[in-house]
């Protein structure tokens, strides 16, 4: 053993033992730290059903532009349109914040947000099915932009 080295092994050891015993006093670390928190309320059926539907978006937006997986796009397209149709027969959290006048017109819109979003969709899937792969991709963009302006009109804002 290299006798030199000896005593910077020993200086180290006694400028980190003092900063591992600090460490161990000061218990647990913070559950925020751990992992990321969980949302404090619980999810609607709503949430849980448009989960589902982003989530296949998300896959789609991946693999749109690639006409050997557009047996899989019909099957994303065709979850999202089963998330959006069981959807229409519910109602968003924000229109319980809403005055009793204005909800049977925020139901309506939303209803027609669901709609116009469905109709879109099938343009997509005729496409997928035509094999016109570019133009799925344009009207996917669509289908994103009419989310972010539905998700800002009807979805209820999250408590920071």
Known sequence: M???LLPACFALVLICCPLLRAQDAMGPAPA????P???KEPKTELETKMGKVARAMRALRKQ???ASMNDSSLKLVAAMEAGLTAAMDLT?????????????QFIADYKAGLKGM???????EA???AGNNDDAVKVLA????????DHKAFQKPKAN
């Open 64 to 66: 749109a532009a690639d």
């Open 92 to 104: 968003p959290a924000k229109a319980a914040d809403l005055p009793d006048d204005q909800k049977p």
């Open 2 to 4: 290299n006798l030199r």
């Open 118 to 124: 469905l109709d879109v969709l099938a343009k997509l």
């Open 32 to 35: 925020a730290a751990a992992g």
């Open 127 to 129: 496409d997928f099915k």
């Open 142 to 149: 669509e289908v994103a932009a009419l989310e972010k302006k």
């Open 37 to 39: 928190a969980k949302d």
